[in-house]
């Protein structure tokens, strides 16, 4: 769901996965599982660098795998770059990333807050994605379908 307030931008997603909060933190928190993962549907990671602690960081790439006609990547024809700095890791519970897309394209400007939230329910854990301050050029409908499809991804990976 895409939201505004005070021209700032939050886009959020939600997953109920069948794995404890620990299984999933640590999924997120260890580089080669992130690449297996976080791609949406249609592109695959190169993770340049990784260091999952807080103030530790992260530069890595998404790749289209076979773009459709007139998709270009934010940073080159088929890359979109961005590297994040981890702001707060909180084992089991909530990871909290600031994201920066390499581009010279204004509209994918600014530091993307994305936070991650672990809930345990009853049949796993409710994993919630909430990114504020999205840049112009993402368009909400295209991030819903990239959030969920990276739900969908982490869901296969760990379940």
Not at 57 to 64: E, L, R, S
Request: glycine letters at 8%.
């Amino acid at each position: 769901m895409a939201t505004a307030s005070d021209s700032t931008r939050i886009d959020t997603a939600s997953r109920t996965i069948l794995a404890p909060p620990r299984d999933i933190f640590r999924a997120m928190t260890d580089a080669e599982s992130v690449a297996s993962w976080r791609p949406p549907k249609g592109m695959h990671a190169r993770i340049e660098s990784f260091d999952a602690r807080a103030g530790g960081g992260y530069c890595m790439a998404f790749i289209y795998d076979d773009p459709a006609p007139g998709v270009v990547g934010k940073s080159s024809e088929r890359e979109d770059r961005f590297a994040g700095r981890f702001v707060e890791l909180l084992p089991y519970e909530r990871i909290v990333e600031d994201v920066v897309f390499a581009s010279d394209d204004p509209a994918f400007a600014g530091t993307m807050r994305v936070t991650t939230t672990l809930t345990p329910v009853a049949d796993g854990t409710r994993v919630t994605i909430a990114c504020a301050n999205v840049p112009a050029g993402i368009g909400p409908d295209d991030h819903q379908a990239g959030m969920a499809s990276t739900l969908r991804n982490l869901a296969g990976f760990i379940e």
